[in-house]
C-alpha cells in the first residue's frame, strides 16, 4: 500500500487478512497532531487508544492513527488522504 511506502509510516497490525482500518504511527508525530493537520487537509482519520488501550500498552505504542476504508471510497480519496499524511512529514522534518 501508499502507505507502507511512506518513510516514517508503520502500519500497526499486518494480518494479511483483515478488514480495511488501516492503523498506523509516524516516526515522532504523535498521532493527535496527525489527526490534527490531516483533518485541516480535508481528510477525517481516527486517533488515539481506539479502545484498546491495554493491547496498546503491550505493544508500547500510545496511540495511532487510523484510516477506515471502504467499497465506496475513491483511489482519489485514498491519494488525498497520502498528500496529507506527506503534508503532516513536511510540517514536522
Known amino acids: 500500500s501508499a502507505l507502507e511506502q511512506m518513510e516514517g ?4 497490525g499486518t494480518a494479511r487478512r483483515k478488514a480495511s482500518v488501516l492503523s498506523f504511527v509516524m516516526e515522532g ?3 493527535h497532531d496527525i489527526g490534527t ?6 481528510v477525517a ?5 481506539h479502545c484498546a488501550q491495554p493491547v ?10 487510523r484510516a477506515s476504508l471502504a467499497m465506496y471510497n ?5 491519494d488525498t ?4 499524511l506527506e503534508r ?3 510540517v514536522f522534518k
Open 88 to 90: 503532516v512529514r513536511d
Open 74 to 78: 475513491t483511489r482519489e480519496e485514498i
Open 29 to 31: 508525530i504523535h498521532p
Open 45 to 49: 482519520i481516527r486517533t488515539g487508544h
Open 56 to 65: 496498546m500498552d503491550r505493544f508500547g505504542v500510545p496511540a495511532t492513527a
Open 81 to 84: 488522504l497520502v498528500r496529507a
Open 37 to 42: 493537520i490531516v483533518d485541516r487537509e480535508g
Open 9 to 12: 509510516v508503520r502500519l500497526i
